[in-house]
Nanobody, 111 residues
Framework: QVQLVESGGGLVQPGGSLRLSCAAS????????MGWYRQAPGKQRELVAH???????TYAESVKGRFTISRENAKTTVYLHMNNLKSEDTAVYYC?????WGQGTQVTVSS
């Protein structure tokens, strides 16, 4: 059974940075692609970043140049490094792998 646990969310001022982590278990981590999604109040869940098993990455246009997704197979963990955060980045962030989802972690960008 796949289990995903996100962490690292919190309250940050505009222009600040956060690093989200998603620890996976119960799955062959290294052969799977992973993604970060987010859902803001009243909006649909949207893809933020994606990383393949070989490390190829894609990003939503709204976060390009500010966010970086990476993975550490030895720790079965994927990260989302978020810089220059904006108020519109406020959302619950979820990681996904092999059709499973984590519980989400809240990111709030506010002064």
């Amino acid at each position: 059974q796949v289990q995903l646990v996100e962490s690292g969310g919190g309250l940050v001022q505009p222009g600040g940075s956060l690093r989200l982590s998603c620890a996976a278990s119960g799955v062959r981590f290294s052969v799977n692609a992973m993604g970060w999604y987010r859902q803001a109040p009243g909006k649909q869940r949207e893809l933020v970043a994606h990383i393949t098993s070989s490390g190829a990455t894609t990003y939503a246009e709204s976060v390009k140049g500010r966010f970086t997704i990476s993975r550490e197979n030895a720790k079965t963990t994927v990260y989302l490094h978020m810089n220059n955060l904006k108020s519109e980045d406020t959302a619950v962030y979820y990681c996904t792998l092999a059709g499973s989802w984590g519980q989400g972690t809240q990111v709030t960008v506010s002064s």
